[in-house]
């Protein structure tokens, strides 16, 4: 039976960086995928690179801005091997921050030098706090296509549609996995399954999914917006090719990926009134993704008490910004040297003793 160095469970953006990034540096890598390679949390991400801010915590600040500075050239390197472009854009971000809440303590803010009726002339907010920050954003689709393409240009063997049933252990480490059609064994074993982290008994780790719903416009004009727009009511993302995104809700609602039409219609009110121009614009399409977050909402990154099984999981609204550090720490770390960035913070450790969902990391 083939044996290979690394098996990756999960198909979306983190299992295939990480993939790439083993088979650059010469291992033998396969990743099995339970649906179609990139249909979950990826698809439906907004791509947004926010590495500093409210939202960004202390903790993850490090790593955060590490993975920042890291994406011009992951996304060339993406775009060269796959022949794809990933509609990474760097116009920046207008941040409408909430009433009473100061931005001095976030990096990289600046008062805007030029109007915002110059700069945006279609937003409905010129009476509103504004301030301008120096973030990327990125299409996760077009990124996740560029990935798949890159990794199997790089050799790694991908199996789809093959849902990964438990983790084999031989003489006390993960050796590979038993599927619902086959066993597939490896070296070592990397869970990189989101929301879906914590359905393995041999090691059960604190991952939820958290729904967030998103509506899709096609502008009325390609350039009706050319940044993105972080307000305490919307976000909303633009693309190159005269798509925008407005988004998105946080929801504690399971496994349901289903999109509530009342919470669409929220969506779209508070993007018109945002921007106006959008009240006859074209709906292209809604849906619903799963984040996978943690209680902490910090990924988990690096070993576990089984000798041979990693993790790689619990990304919340982070996987599309960290993929490429992901890539790299987690590459390091299955390869026995030091990872250049801190993983302590996000070790499985943390949660040693902690109560989830009826069951104990320990």
């Excluded at 649906?35 to 990826?42: D, K, T």
């Excluded at 915590?57 to 796959?82: G, N």
């Excluded at 472009?85 to 116009?91: E, I, P, W």
């Amino acid at each position: 039976m083939k044996t290979w160095d690394v098996l990756i469970i999960g198909g979306g953006i983190i299992g295939l960086s990480l993939a790439r990034e083993l088979r650059k540096q010469g291992a033998s890598v396969l990743v099995v995928e339970r649906g179609e390679p990139g249909r979950e949390a990826s698809h439906a991400a907004g791509g947004m690179l926010v590495d500093c801010g409210e939202e960004t915590a202390l903790a993850l600040q490090p790593l955060a801005s590490a993975s920042a500075a890291m994406y011009p050239e992951f996304a060339h390197e993406l775009e060269d091997e796959s022949g794809t472009k990933v509609d990474l854009r760097s116009n920046g971000t207008l941040l409408f921050p909430a009433p009473g809440h100061a931005t001095d303590g976030i990096p990289g803010v600046s008062v805007l030098s030029t109007p915002l009726a110059e700069l945006e002339p279609a937003l409905a907010a010129e009476k509103r706090a504004v301030f301008f920050l120096k973030e990327r954003s990125v299409c996760p689709r077009a990124l996740f296509g560029a990935a798949l393409k890159a990794a199997r240009h790089r050799g790694v063997d991908i199996s789809s549609g093959t849902k990964v049933v438990s983790i084999e252990v031989t003489g006390g480490r993960a050796t590979g996995v038993i599927t619902d059609k086959t066993t597939y064994r490896a070296s070592k074993v990397v869970n990189c399954t989101g929301a879906w982290a914590g359905q393995f008994k041999l090691f059960p780790v604190p991952v939820r999914p958290v729904k967030g719903q998103m509506v899709c416009f096609a502008m009325p004009q390609r350039e009706l917006l050319k940044h993105v727009v972080r307000s305490p009511e919307i976000y909303l993302i633009p693309r190159s090719d005269g798509r925008l995104l407005a988004g998105a809700t946080v929801e504690e609602a399971g496994f349901d990926k289903r999109t509530v039409p009342e919470t669409i219609q929220h969506l779209r009110r508070a993007a018109i009134a945002m921007l106006p121009a959008l009240e006859e614009a074209h709906v292209l399409e809604d849906w619903a993704g799963l984040r996978p977050g943690t209680p902490d909402n910090l990924p988990i990154l690096g070993g576990t008490p089984v000798p041979g099984y990693f993790l790689a999981t619990g990304h919340y609204r982070d996987g599309i910004l960290l993929s490429p550090v992901t890539a790299r720490t987690m590459a390091q770390c299955l390869g026995g040297r030091k990872p250049d960035q801190n993983l302590e913070p996000f070790s499985v450790g943390r949660f040693e003793k902690t109560e989830f969902q009826g069951f104990k990391v320990s």
